[in-house]
């Protein structure tokens, strides 16, 4: 398959800092794809190595095909020869400029008396032609992010990238503009890569995800893969809250001290695979644990701590085998702190095996 942005081997570095090291990414035409990793781990400098503000020491970057970088020919396409349009988390548009007059300014080069009618389009497409002759200062937060996405989108670029385009704006104008942003590509239908340090975000809005830990790209997937089917321990962390249980193959599960669970039929061949026994980990969810009050005794954890978040409550629960173990339940039964409960794994019991 021909993909949009293709990313072989390429390294960057500063001084001794290793920004990106070897990462491969392939993303497909039409695809939303997401780069999720910690602060510092390299996401920036892999979108400033597509876009042309970066060179890489080592390594090719292709777009729909076309080579724009390989450092052992000297070869390199400046920014500017690129046809790839970037939101950035500040905005970056210029205070003295109206709206339309911003998302113009994406447009020089090109034939002048079509550059009214296109930006029109572009403002028209993330829906601010109303404000077309405002300046940024009078415009929202999420309102100023929507006008950098027109002016990135207005010149029709093979690829968009977006680096934490979210992370200035508080909880709940980022989930609308998130949504907004996601109708707004999908509606176009453009290839995009958007970075972010949210795990949430990277998985409720794109098809695909690259998890980046020190400059190395260490999962791709989907969503459900990366969340389900960590390739580690460190991805299991990262992405979600977990209980990492020691346990023992026994047939087609694994026992652990709060219970058995299946292996999925993912993880019985490959290279992954559980082994046919032995001692393994096994990296469970806290919404794949079942709470329930201990009646005449019959519990097996304490609660010792609770965090209510208003659709569901995080426990923390003290088992009697001495480990603590997050649990992640509904809020419409409570549980109090110091109560005894029950705890066991909820069905379909599925793990994934972490080392
Ligand atoms: P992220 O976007 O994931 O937070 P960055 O790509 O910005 O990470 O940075 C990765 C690493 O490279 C960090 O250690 C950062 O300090 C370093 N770095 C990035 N850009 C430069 C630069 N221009 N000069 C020196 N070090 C840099
Ligand atoms: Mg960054």
């Given at each position: 398959?021909?993909?949009?942005?293709?990313?072989?081997?390429?390294?960057?570095?500063?001084?001794?800092?290793?920004?990106?090291?070897?990462?491969?990414?392939?993303?497909?035409?039409?695809?939303?794809?997401?780069?999720?990793?910690?602060?510092?781990?390299?996401?920036?400098?892999?979108?400033?190595?597509?876009?042309?503000?970066?060179r890489p020491?080592?390594?090719t970057?292709?777009?729909?095909?076309?080579?724009?970088?390989?450092?052992?020919?000297?070869?390199?396409?400046?920014?500017?020869?690129?046809?790839?349009?970037?939101?950035?988390?500040?905005?970056?548009?210029?205070?003295h400029?109206?709206?339309?007059?911003?998302?113009k300014?994406?447009?020089?080069?090109?034939e002048?008396g079509?550059?009214?009618?296109?930006?029109?389009?572009?403002?028209?497409?993330?829906?601010?032609?109303?404000?077309?002759?405002?300046?940024?200062?009078?415009?929202?937060?999420?309102?100023?992010?929507?006008?950098a996405?027109?002016?990135?989108?207005a010149?029709?670029?093979?690829?968009?990238?977006?680096?934490?385009?979210?992370s200035?704006?508080?909880?709940?104008?980022?989930?609308?503009?998130?949504?907004?942003?996601?109708?707004?590509?999908?509606?176009?239908?453009?290839?995009?890569?958007?970075?972010?340090?949210?795990?949430?975000?990277?998985l409720?809005?794109?098809?695909?995800?690259?998890?980046?830990?020190?400059?190395?790209?260490?999962?791709?997937?989907?969503?459900?893969?990366?969340?389900?089917?960590?390739?580690?321990?460190?991805?299991?962390?990262?992405?979600?809250?977990v209980?990492?249980?020691?346990?023992?193959?026994?047939?087609?599960?694994?026992?652990?001290?709060?219970?058995?669970f299946?292996?999925?039929?993912?993880?019985?061949s490959?290279?992954?695979?559980?082994?046919?026994?032995?001692?393994?980990?096994?990296?469970?969810?806290?919404?794949?644990?079942?709470v329930?009050?201990?009646?005449?005794g019959?519990?097996?954890?304490?609660?010792?701590?609770r965090?209510?978040?208003?659709?569901?409550?995080l426990?923390?629960?003290r088992?009697?085998?001495?480990?603590?173990?997050?649990?992640?339940?509904?809020?419409?039964?409570?549980?109090?702190?110091?109560?005894?409960?029950r705890?066991?794994?909820?069905?379909?019991?599925?793990?994934?095996?972490?080392?």
């Open positions: 398959m021909d993909h949009s942005i293709e990313i072989k081997s390429v390294s960057k570095s500063f001084g001794s800092v290793k920004a990106v090291d070897r990462a491969n990414l392939a993303v497909r035409e039409g695809e939303l794809f997401g780069v999720l990793g910690p602060s510092g781990c390299g996401k920036s400098t892999l979108l400033r190595l597509i876009m042309g503000f970066e020491d080592a390594g970057i292709r777009v729909r095909g076309k080579l724009l970088a390989d450092p052992a020919d000297g070869f390199f396409t400046p920014p500017e020869r690129r046809h790839i349009g970037m939101v950035v988390q500040d905005y970056a548009l210029f205070p400029l109206t709206v339309l007059q911003n998302v300014f994406g447009l020089r080069g090109r002048r079509k550059r009214e009618e296109t930006a029109s389009r572009a403002l028209e497409l993330v829906g601010l032609q109303h404000k077309a002759d405002r300046h940024p200062h009078e415009l929202s937060g999420g309102e100023r992010q929507r006008v996405l027109a002016r990135a989108l010149p029709e670029p093979e690829v968009v990238l977006l680096d934490e385009p979210f200035s704006l508080d909880a709940s104008l980022r989930a609308e503009l998130r949504r907004d942003v996601e109708l707004i590509l999908r509606d176009v239908g453009a290839t995009a890569v958007l970075v972010t340090h949210d795990q949430e975000e990277a409720s809005m794109c098809d695909r995800v690259a998890v980046m830990r020190q400059g190395r790209v260490v999962q791709v997937g989907d969503p459900r893969e990366i969340y389900w089917h960590p390739s580690d321990r460190w991805v299991a962390q990262f992405v979600g809250e209980n990492v249980l020691p346990g023992l193959v026994e047939g087609d599960g694994v026992r652990t001290d709060i219970g058995v299946d292996v999925p039929d993912s993880q019985r490959g290279p992954r695979a559980c082994p046919r026994a032995g001692h393994v980990h096994v990296a469970v969810r806290p919404e794949q644990l079942f329930g009050s201990a009646s005449d019959d519990g097996d954890a304490e609660v010792v701590d965090e209510f978040y208003g659709h569901d409550v426990y923390r629960l088992h009697d085998c001495g480990r603590t173990l997050l649990a992640q339940r509904p809020s419409v039964e409570l549980h109090e702190v110091g109560e005894r409960v705890v066991h794994p909820t069905q379909p019991s599925m793990i994934s095996l972490v080392d």
